[in-house]
């Protein structure tokens, strides 16, 4: 039971040009979204984040959305950049007795080409 | 300022051996969570440790089960390995007051032959 999806295994852009990154959900008692990026042979570094109270969260390139009602949400990141390929993951988090426990989408790897 | 330390880096074992993962949490947190990452998937979340006691587990069989000691640090162990085993395990520390704050470390990555 795949409660988090991402269902392009890659994405492909030009350096200066937007990426977008999408994910889909099926619990609808996750509160709260996390954005990943993972190096080879380095673990996942935390990037963005929002609540599920919240529709649009921005921190310098990067704007993540939800949409509640779709049960989605993306990343944009804006300029994109070479050092920004890397594998991306969604992960999301089930509110009350859930305490740490993440679920993450299969991953997006992210190509940006100079 | 250390992050979350793991040991060893790779790991290679037979099928029916038994395996113990290392993992120092970030200086500050108390909360330690082990992840799977199979190739090609995301990771999965195996259990959480605070206050030396298992939290929460997700759906791994007994086969898997760890510990935290007084000093946060936390073991992953596993027995009568099997092939399908073989993966990238994670250690994720955190603050339990916050509850999203979570700091990976680069893994462990096991083979089992």
């Known amino acids: 039971d795949q409660q988090v999806k991402q269902n392009s295994p890659s994405l492909s852009v030009q350096e200066g040009r937007i990426s977008i990154l999408n994910c889909d959900y099926t619990n609808s008692m996750f509160d709260y979204f996390l954005w990943y990026k993972k190096y080879p042979a380095e673990g996942p570094t935390f990037l963005i984040s929002i609540s599920s109270i919240k529709d649009k969260n921005e921190d310098g390139r990067f704007t993540v959305f939800l949409n509640k009602s779709a049960k989605h949400l993306s990343l944009h990141i804006v300029p994109s950049q070479p050092g920004d390929s890397a594998v991306y993951f969604c992960?999301?988090?089930?509110?009350?007795?859930?305490?740490?426990?993440?679920?993450f989408g299969q991953g997006t790897i992210l190509t940006v080409h100079p | 300022d250390a992050g979350v330390t793991q040991s060893p880096t790779h790991l290679i074992k037979t099928r029916g051996q038994q395996v113990t993962l290392r993992c120092s949490p970030k200086?500050?947190?108390?909360?330690v969570s082990w992840y799977q990452q199979a190739l090609g998937q995301g990771p999965q979340f195996i259990f959480q440790?605070?206050?030396?006691?298992?939290?929460q587990r997700g759906n791994f069989p007994d086969r898997f089960s760890g510990h935290q000691f007084p000093n946060y640090s936390s073991e992953l162990n596993v027995n009568a390995l099997l092939l399908g085993d073989s993966a990238l395990y994670l250690c994720a520390s955190s603050w339990q007051k916050l509850n999203y704050g979570y700091t990976f470390g680069s893994g462990t990555r096991l083979t089992v032959v």
């Open positions: 440790y605070y206050e030396e006691e298992e939290r």
């Open positions: 200086s500050g947190h108390d909360t």
């Open positions: 992960a999301a988090h089930a509110g009350g007795t859930s305490y740490g426990k993440l679920t």
